[in-house]
């Protein structure tokens, strides 16, 4: 049964957990908040550094971040969740942070079934067997194969954006001149001075798209500088280039991935149950929420955040928005 706000009743009691978790949270200056010690596991061809927040026995929730930011997109909204009750488990991807490849042969590959592979390699090495999925920007892409591919992996699904699988065969098709203008970076990053661009200026580069995607959002310069630690990686911008020149074809991907991408390019519905999420001052390139409400199949609901200056970001913008998102898909899941 789909529904697009007709969950009144139960957002209102879900609402109660989530302002009673915030009136609980000291506040600090942004960038003073952070995860405490990260934690380290083995799962697939990475050695994975993540956050853990909430009790171990409660719901597990997997929150994925995108490109160029880091886990700190998560930072409020994961002591929300944990104070109401929430196992929160918030990875850094490949290329990002303390995440690391275990072998040097590996190939630095940013293609999108690689991303999901690599959570449910995460899920597997936890030892979770079902986690609400959440996540924006690249996380909301993985969060959606996660979704589609193994539902019996997820619980449920919160994305930001709505349905984000791809594959090479759309990209190849032209967009119109406005829509190709949001996607510069893609274009650069396919050239030989992209690559190099964005390995001299990483910091700059990832400072203008976040302000480009969020026009709205006065992050100051410590909570930046605290998630472009997160670039530091080696692998940063190998993955970085790799992952936009794979989706222009332009960069071939792996074998071993050729029938999760298969499965992709048919474009699967998603069962599980769902919301999404949209703000209105959101200056990335992102679909419109009509065009991918059909591709929901199970329980649905779409919720925009409008009058707020919300960016692209938006569970780092807007925390308990999407923590309010992640309570209520459980509750929709559970009943």
């Known amino acids: 049964m789909k529904t697009t706000v007709n969950a009144d009743r139960r957002r209102v009691l879900g609402a109660g957990l989530v302002a009673l978790a915030a009136a609980a949270i000291p506040r600090a200056r942004a960038a003073e908040r952070s995860f405490g010690p990260l934690k380290q596991v083995n799962a697939g061809p990475l050695s994975v550094g993540y956050a853990e927040a909430g009790p171990a026995g409660g719901t597990p929730v997997l929150l994925l971040h995108g490109w160029p930011y880091d886990i700190h997109t998560y930072v409020d909204v994961a002591p929300l969740l944990a104070a109401a009750g929430y196992r929160v488990i918030v990875p850094y991807l490949r290329g990002y942070g303390a995440t690391r490849f275990l072998s040097s042969e590996t190939p630095r590959n940013g293609q999108q079934a690689a991303l999901g592979v690599d959570a449910i390699a995460l899920l597997d090495a936890l030892k979770i067997e079902s986690a609400v999925v959440g996540g924006c920007d690249w996380g909301a892409r993985t969060a959606c194969i996660v979704a589609a591919l193994w539902p019996e992996r997820c619980k449920a699904l919160v994305s930001v954006s709505g349905y984000l699988i791809g594959s090479q065969e759309l990209n190849r098709m032209p967009l119109p001149p406005k829509a190709e203008l949001e996607w510069w970076y893609q274009y650069y990053f396919a050239t030989e001075r992209g690559r190099a661009g964005y390995e001299k200026y990483t910091r700059d580069f990832a400072r203008l798209i976040w302000q480009i995607a969020s026009p709205r959002w006065s992050f100051d310069d410590a909570t930046f500088d605290r998630s472009a630690a997160a670039f530091a990686n080696p692998d940063h911008v190998a993955i970085s280039i790799h992952n936009y020149r794979w989706r222009l074809g332009l960069a071939e991907g792996e074998a071993k991935y050729d029938p999760v991408e298969k499965r992709l390019a048919q474009f699967p519905n998603i069962s599980v149950p769902t919301i999404t999420l949209e703000a209105d001052a959101n200056g990335a390139p992102h679909p419109q929420p009509s065009a991918y409400a059909k591709k929901f199949s199970g329980r649905y609901e779409h919720r925009d955040i409008n009058g707020r200056g919300i960016g692209h ?19 929709h899941a559970s009943s």
Do not use: K, M
Request: no cysteine; proline share 11%.
């Open 313 to 331: 970001n938006l569970p780092q913008e807007a925390p308990q928005a999407f923590a309010q998102a992640v309570i209520d898909v459980d509750r």
